[in-house]
């Protein structure tokens, strides 16, 4: 099932699916939980402020994993929706209905959320792309919140067109950007990547300046962004669902992991991400982004659903950067290549993005 809310027809090019966990004026927002949205939102969340000023029309609101945790996509409740690649695999998540919607052709682009790769893991999994914004450039008013710190509203479309379109109207009249000169190639020292992966993503970045980046500190990046979504979730979702109970095991073990994390541990999360987004900004100069894998395998199997999805994009969020995944092309359908960049680099990310795209 992609969508929770009703779906309307719209124009082809003007069709917005909208995740449930972003206010739409009228319709309840359930956050994948069944006891939540109980009355319709009074008004649209202000990152729909763009697209209701063009004329779109949101089709529907889509599925996602309960309260926006879990990189799986499952839904208990609402059922899962279904993988267009391989319906045995999860679609991932936290935004898998939003994926599935833009595979199926159900919309022309989705909006999701991204807070540890919520966006740009289901892109790969359903073989879309996706745009995750600089942290803080799209206004979170509306939104059912996860990390405060590290939660973004993504954009995700079948391709690089449809990017640009959804990302013009969360920030309408951005200059058009210019495509990297150099990557610097991530390996993911220490974790395994399934090695047609690699090789797609080696071939996707052939018409760049491609530079290896030894950067083993990417995993605790990682791990702080994840301590620190995980305490923050905690903190301001227990409170907004007070008296109610969650149906899904990955938020309660989020929740428990959260309710452990002290005031100093935080503390120490934040100036680790601090000082690693100052050292990454220094290394994204000018016509520099770095590019590794949206995940490191293929989608867990649905029958499985306590299976992690790999993949290596918690250090992105916690240090603020904006990321594009694509498609690469190659036999394995879950290769998807992520470029990063310095803040408020998108429109250059979307110029990288559709050179891969056309090659």
């Not at 600089?134 to 973004?152: Q, Y």
């Not at 992105?316 to 359908?333: E, H, I, K």
Request: net charge negative; glycine share 10%.
């Amino acid at each position: 099932m992609s969508f929770i809310g009703e779906v309307r027809p719209g124009p082809a090019g003007l069709r917005l699916a909208v995740k449930d966990c972003i206010d739409v004026a009228g319709l309840p927002t359930t956050v994948g939980n069944p006891r939540l949205g109980a009355e319709p939102a009074t008004k649209d969340a202000a990152c729909l402020a763009g697209a209701r000023a063009a004329g779109v029309t949101v089709v529907g609101k889509t599925n996602l994993s309960e309260l926006c945790h879990s990189a799986s996509g499952i839904n208990p409740t609402f059922g899962t929706p279904v993988n267009p690649i391989d319906p045995l695999r999860v679609p991932g998540g936290s935004s898998s209905g939003s994926a599935v919607a833009v595979a199926t052709g159900a919309a022309d682009v989705a909006y999701g959320t991204d807070t540890t790769g919520s966006v740009r893991i289901p892109a790969a999994a359903c073989g879309v792309a996706a745009l995750k914004p600089t942290n803080g450039k799209v206004p979170l008013d509306g939104v059912f919140p996860l990390s405060p710190t590290c939660d973004t509203v993504g954009v995700l479309a079948r391709d690089v067109a449809g990017l640009r379109l959804g990302y013009g109207w969360l920030v309408p009249d951005e200059a058009a950007g210019e495509p990297p000169r150099v990557v610097l190639r991530l390996r993911t020292p220490g974790r395994s990547v399934h090695p047609e992966i690699d090789a797609a993503v080696d071939k996707a970045l052939a018409d760049f300046e491609v530079r290896d980046l030894a950067l083993p500190q990417w995993w605790d990046i990682g791990i702080a962004a994840g301590t620190l979504s995980d305490a923050e979730a905690y903190a301001v979702q227990r409170p907004l669902v007070a008296g109610l109970s969650t149906v899904d095991p990955a938020v309660a073990e989020a929740w428990d992991f959260g309710s452990t994390v002290s005031a100093e541990a935080q503390a120490a999360a934040r100036e680790m991400l601090s000082v690693w987004r100052a050292k990454l900004v220094a290394l994204l100069r000018p016509g520099v982004v770095i590019a590794l894998p949206a995940v490191l395998d293929a989608p867990p199997l649905v029958s499985a659903a306590g299976s992690r999805f790999p993949h290596a994009n918690g250090a992105v969020n916690g240090t603020g950067l904006p990321a594009v995944c694509v498609p690469a092309d190659g036999a394995f359908p879950y290769a998807s290549v992520q470029l990063v960049g310095a803040p408020d680099t998108e429109a250059d990310l979307l110029a990288g993005a559709a050179i891969i795209e056309a090659t």
